[in-house]
């Protein structure tokens, strides 16, 4: 239970638990959240058992209800218990065959169907090892699997393509997990799966094979942070929190990475130095929030380095018949590296030649491994489905390797690209202060409770965060909200403004070179002769807005390209402050998951 509590964040429409107790599996799995399944087990203690498996569900196939919750039972003594992560896409096929076969289904879940199967091999071969192996050759889709059977006590065994599981190796006990979170407390000795590979793991064992039954081995690690970083340190919610780690996620993103003498050396870089000066295009793939962080960088790695980026929703990348080449470096970004949509980007990039680098923030995931290279954030656990943390991380490792791709070009790119670095280490200091600063965005929330339409404006860099600011209140507060390019506002969006609707404008440097900022600055007199309420994000020292906010909340100075890591942490809180004014689950809003791992 203590596990699944860990793992919630990636799905809470219903959980289970299966535990084998002598010759009997014993289930109890209940709708909701992971609460309602312990007053279940607290009203009906289950027996003393060393073999279990559990889930927290994020439904795909059937409702959230008590029948379609995990485990499911397989074979018609109900002696096997089976969990899943994915979806089964030919599920409907094998549910034909087995009600032919006069199989009876209690839930509409397309897992009930693979538990039946696995009952039915494990009755012909007697291992469950081998009734995993014989049924995921017949299975189309993407899953993790774990099975327990009456008959094969302490062992249970697993299987993963497209989908995360990981192995936590413990004393005279073993662990498995869709996140090493489940297990942390009890061991930081982990085992990376590769792709189509089965685990089976007793007290004292673990025997990994691929599909067609040949051995492997997974690569074993040691988790670097502990149980501690998992728990909330006294903030009512995991999210605020993570918005207060912020400062340590990018200067531990950046910890390790310079020499002596300044420069970026990226120890994980596995891409050659040759190959990387030889790159004419870069296309960052990614969903969500860090698809915005993708926008970001893009700004800034075309000002670094002058090659040409493209940002691609990742679930659109492949269906689009991209133009891409040898030449062409495809990024990733994931926080987790399980984002099924994300793998698939990467898959397709590789089948087309392109050299691919993960930014990730989960050590061991999928699509880092499945990359040329990788550059690892270090934001840690990350528990809360709305991200904060891990996308100033991924902005951050984004920077890194903008930075390191102009100083591998040398002269005047390098030259920019150390002074850069040394403001970029400064940053952390201004977060903390700007954390310290942020009691009158708490109390704005608090006053907007009843709002139902928040719009976001921004430029340049300012645009992505703008986006990133209404995602965070559309995720929390269930309200509209739209972040929109401020130069589009008199192509039509400014039809919205009327008097009282409030908007946020991230207002540019006046020190930028572009002039973007008196733009801007005449934005927001445009929208507040229409009665909008300006809620205005700009740098300390900027008296240009004053005049025409209703609020002003000040951020440090910084350059123009390093600001979207200060301008979105109000916003972060404004929306976390006003999803609590209505009083919402915070680190769990409804219909999400942490991590979307299927298409």
Partial sequence: MEGLGRLEYRGYDSAGVALVDDDRVATAKRAGKLTNLREALAENPPADSATAIGHTRWATHGGPTNANAHPHRGGTEGKLALVHNGIIENFHSLRQSLLADGVEF????????????????????GDLTRAMQDVVGTLEGAFTLLAVHADAPNTVVAARRNSPLVVGLGDGENFMGSDVAAFIGHTRKALELGQDQIVTITPDSCDVINFDGTPSEGKAYDVT?????????????FMEKEIHDQPHAVRDTLLGRTDENGQLVLDEMSITEQDLRGISKIVIVACGTAAYAGMVAKYAIERW?????????????????????????????????????TLMAVRHAKE????????????????????????????????????????????????????????????????????????????????SDLL????????????????????????????????????????????????????????????????????????????????????????????????????????????????????????????????????????????????????????????????????
């Fill in 106 to 125: 209690t839930s509409e879940t397309d897992t009930e169907v693979v538990a039946h199967l696995v009952a039915s091999a494990y009755a012909d071969s």
């Fill in 225 to 237: 942070w502990d149980a501690a970083a998992a728990e909330k340190d006294g903030y009512d919610t």
């Fill in 305 to 341: 380095t002058r090659i040409p980026v493209e940002v691609e929703l990742a679930h659109e990348f492949r269906y689009r018949d991209p133009v891409i080449d040898e030449n062409t470096l495809v990024v990733s970004i994931s926080q987790s590296g399980e984002t099924a949509d």
């Fill in 352 to 431: 087309l030649g392109a050299r691919t680098l993960s930014i990730c923030n989960t050590h061991g995931s999928t699509i880092p491994r499945e990359s040329d290279a990788v550059l690892y954030t270090h934001a840690g656990p990350e528990i809360a489905v709305a991200s904060t943390k891990a996308f100033v991380a991924q902005i951050t490792a984004s920077y890194i390797l903008g930075l390191y791709l102009a100083q591998l070009r040398g002269g005047s790119f390098g030259r920019n690209a150390a002074e850069v670095l040394e403001e970029l280490h400064g940053i952390p200091a201004k977060m």
């Fill in 436 to 599: 310290g600063n942020l009691a009158r965005v708490k109390e704005i929330a608090y006053f907007m409770a009843d709002t139902r339409s928040v719009l976001f404006l921004g430029r340049h860099v300012g645009f992505p965060i703008a986006m990133e600011g209404a995602l965070k209140l559309k995720e929390l507060a269930y309200i509209h909200a739209e972040g929109f390019a401020a130069g589009e506002l008199k192509h039509g969006p400014i039809a919205l403004i009327e008097p009282g609707q409030p908007v946020f404008i991230v207002v540019p440097s006046p020190s930028a070179e572009n002039g973007l900022h008196g733009k801007v600055v005449s934005n927001i007199q445009e929208i507040r002769a229409r009665g909008a309420r300006t809620l205005v994000i700009a740098e300390e020292g900027d008296d240009d807005v004053v005049p025409f906010a209703d609020e002003v909340i000040r951020i440090p100075a910084t350059s123009q390209l390093l600001a979207p890591l200060l301008t979105v942490v109000p916003l972060q809180y404004f929306s976390l402050q006003l999803s609590s004014a209505k009083g919402l689950d915070v680190d769990q809003p409804r219909n999400l998951a942490k991590s979307v791992t299927v298409e």
